[in-house]
């Protein structure tokens, strides 16, 4: 099965959005216990799928394909394909993973 960073992105997020695909939230603790779905946290990290082209003085600095850390409740949640996806600000990203 593919993800959808995989898959052609029709999306093009206007301005300084981004558009990203949360990662999975966790399954287990690091103790192997197993956490239902009605208590797992809201990913806080993902891929970037599609970027806007910035503001006029004010160039993006993530590209498609980087690993970020971003807010809580940060973003949009959309349905894209089949798959839940988030649209935000790039000042809601914290940090690129590398």
Same mark, same amino acid.
């Given at each position: ?12 997020? +206007?301005? /300084?959005?981004?558009?990203? $695909? ?18 797992? $946290? ?26 970020? +850390? ?13 798959? /839940?996806?988030?649209?935000?600000? $790039? ?8």
């Amino acid at each position: 099965m593919s993800t959808l960073a995989e898959i052609q992105v029709n999306v093009q997020p +206007l301005a /300084d959005r981004v558009l990203v $695909e949360p990662a999975p939230a966790e399954e287990k603790t690091a103790f192997g216990i197993i956490i239902p779905d009605t208590a797992k $946290e809201k990913p806080q990290r993902g891929t970037v799928l599609a970027v806007g082209p910035g503001k006029k003085d004010e160039p993006l600095t993530v590209k498609v394909g980087d690993t970020v +850390l971003y807010g809580k409740y940060s973003g949009t949640e959309l349905a894209y394909e089949g798959k /839940d996806v988030l649209i935000m600000r $790039e000042s809601d990203i914290y940090a690129i993973i590398g």
